[in-house]
């Protein structure tokens, strides 16, 4: 994926030119990063997941859910320093910075998506700059890349800035395969590693033997490969390996329809 062009304009012309209203936002990308604790970190897997559209605060945060995790907190100025590292790649910066799990009720303090209090530690000058009447989130702050702080902004492409990025951590998640990357994640960025879609990577999974044709399901297809290779010694169709294709291949596909 290639980094957006260069933008000098404000945030504010960037929320208009790349706001995008498509019905729902796809994973296209993401980096994960585990804050070691050697580093000073919580050990914690962290990702900046970036989207195919611009979106809002709580379809942002809805995502998170769905894989498992929350949006991310920046609670010290060290894990501040380590999710702007991690912004610090293709996408994120797009149009504005990726969203963190900050938000504000109206009439209300800052908090993160934990209930502790949004520290003073991370605005640049002049912020926070959204009324508190409305409705606000925090995104990292920047243009072409992270400067290292975050702002305030309308949690709506339409109304606010047009990020299509956010940041996200996980305290537990499958992984089945042993690469440090959440399962969930690997799907929702390439849904074919799940087939059938049981929240578990196809890799992880025993073949089905029933599966003749091994299109991750059994079904009329696979009867028809067993009944194709009747009475032969056809040894894609001869499931149990018994030299014939028979009565007792024909069971096992009927056994696993």
């Known amino acids: 994926m290639l980094r957006s062009l260069r933008h000098s304009q404000s945030i504010a012309v960037l929320a208009l030119a790349c706001a995008s209203f498509a019905d729902a936002a796809a994973v296209v990308d993401f980096v994960t990063a585990r804050w070691t604790s050697a580093s000073g970190g919580d050990g914690a897997v962290r990702a900046l997941v970036v989207v195919d559209r ?7 945060d809805a995502l998170a859910g769905a894989l498992g995790a929350q949006l991310a907190r920046a609670e010290s100025p060290q894990e501040l320093s380590f999710l702007a590292l991690l912004s610090d790649s293709p996408g994120a910066f797009d149009c504005a910075g990726p969203w963190l799990g900050g938000l504000r009720a109206p ?35 920047g243009i072409d890349g992270p400067d290292g702080k975050w702002i305030d902004v309308l949690p709506d492409p339409d109304s606010g800035v047009g990020t299509r990025a956010c940041l996200v951590v996980w305290t537990s998640f499958a992984d089945c395969d042993g690469d440090e990357i959440p399962d969930a994640l690997e799907i929702a960025r390439t849904p074919s590693l799940d087939v059938n879609r049981d929240g578990i990577l196809d890799a992880c999974v025993p073949p089905n033997p ?13 009867l028809a490969v067993v009944l194709n290779a009747w009475g032969t010694a056809d040894a894609s169709a001869d499931i149990d390996g018994s030299g014939q294709v028979d009565a007792a291949d024909l069971t096992i596909v009927l056994s696993g329809w």
């Open 54 to 60: 611009a979106w809002s605060w709580h379809e942002a």
């Open 107 to 141: 009439q209300s303090p800052w908090i993160w998506n934990n209930g502790a209090a949004v520290a003073a530690f991370g605005w640049p000058p002049l912020r926070p700059a959204q009324s508190i009447v409305f409705e606000s989130a925090l995104l990292m702050s």
């Open 210 to 222: 029933a599966d003749v044709n091994g299109d991750g399901r059994v079904d009329a297809l696979d």
